[in-house]
């Protein structure tokens, strides 16, 4: 019997493209898709989860690649279907990511140098006060979120009073904050698939602002890895359980080491935009989600005989 995965790709910045050319990959191998799979138009139903009148459960794989809609009930659903069916990423690995505090914690379990962090719980302001007077400047993130939303630097105690009041209007239950790392205003992001190297290039912060994502203003430009930076990807992705991740890494100018800032479990495809300025890098990662699909789908098929 053929098989059959279901797909749910973000469709701006040529996303719409990409599902295109991996849909037609996988046709190749006798593989089909059902596509647009959001899953906060679906309903669980005794022992199926349905979309559109299909039994998401009865598929070989879903594959989920949107990291702008991602919704409370989606996630949920995320984990009661990769309970039975494979998933890319796979729940856990997804969640992980989507935590800052975890996936950081763990990363320094594992020998990964990250920023110094600390999390705190909202009424202990005291010991953030402390942490304050040690570090000299902390970046507060909230421990989910992406595109350096919400990110805020502070650097100085007198900032920490502004803003500890405004967290609380949040009822936010707890604080994550890092050191502050002297750098260059500039990082490196790494896509790695199935545990293999497939790009790198760089962010520059823009001039008015320290972050280098790319919705807070930052630009792209072509960066060269060295083989550390590649390993530290690889081994970051392989930490965090992750078949695709988008690896963040910088130079901390004062410990002199590269360290990991963030394992991003949806790192977007290079836009038609970025692709004119040099990055290539799409045609291989298509290649290699392809057969990573192909893998896994055989696999459950081979599980279930």
């Excluded at 975890?102 to 009424?123: E, M, N, S």
Aim: aromatic letters at 10%; hydrophobic letters at 35%; a positive charge.
């Amino acid at each position: 019997m053929k098989r059959k995965i279901g797909m749910w790709l973000y469709s701006n910045g040529g996303g719409d493209k990409i599902q295109k050319k991996i849909i037609k990959k996988l046709a190749k191998r006798d593989i089909s898709v059902v596509t647009d799979i959001n899953l906060r138009h679906a309903i669980a139903k005794n022992d199926h989860i349905i979309h559109n009148g299909k039994k998401l459960d009865k598929l070989d794989l879903f594959f989920s690649y949107n990291a702008g809609e991602q919704t409370q009930y989606q996630m949920f659903l995320y984990q009661a279907l990769n309970r039975v069916i494979p998933m890319i990423n796979t729940y856990d690995s997804f969640a992980l990511t989507e935590d800052k505090f975890q996936t950081a914690f763990l990363l320094r379990q594992h020998g990964v140098a990250t920023p110094d962090f600390k999390l705190c719980h909202r009424d202990d302001g005291e010991h953030l006060q402390s942490i304050m007077k040690k570090w000299s400047k902390m970046v507060y993130k909230p421990t989910d979120g992406w595109g350096g939303v919400g990110l805020t630097k502070i650097e100085s105690t007198a900032t920490l009073d502004t803003l500890l009041p405004f967290l609380n209007q949040m009822d936010l239950r707890f604080f994550y904050v890092e050191k502050f790392i002297k750098y260059d205003n500039t990082d490196f992001r790494v896509d790695i698939v199935d545990g293999k190297f497939v790009s790198c290039y760089g962010r520059k912060a823009s001039k008015t602002d320290w972050r280098t994502n790319v919705t807070s203003g930052g630009s792209v430009f072509m960066r060269e890895p060295t083989d550390e930076i590649i390993n530290l990807a690889i081994k970051a992705a392989e930490v965090c359980g992750t078949d695709i991740a988008g690896v963040d890494i910088i130079y901390d100018q004062e410990k002199e080491e590269h360290v990991v800032l963030e394992v991003n479990g949806i790192p977007a495809f290079a836009t038609p935009e970025q692709e004119k300025i040099g990055l290539d890098f799409n045609k291989k990662k298509i290649d290699l989600i392809v057969d990573l699909i192909d893998r896994k789908t055989q696999n459950k098929r081979i599980g279930n005989k």
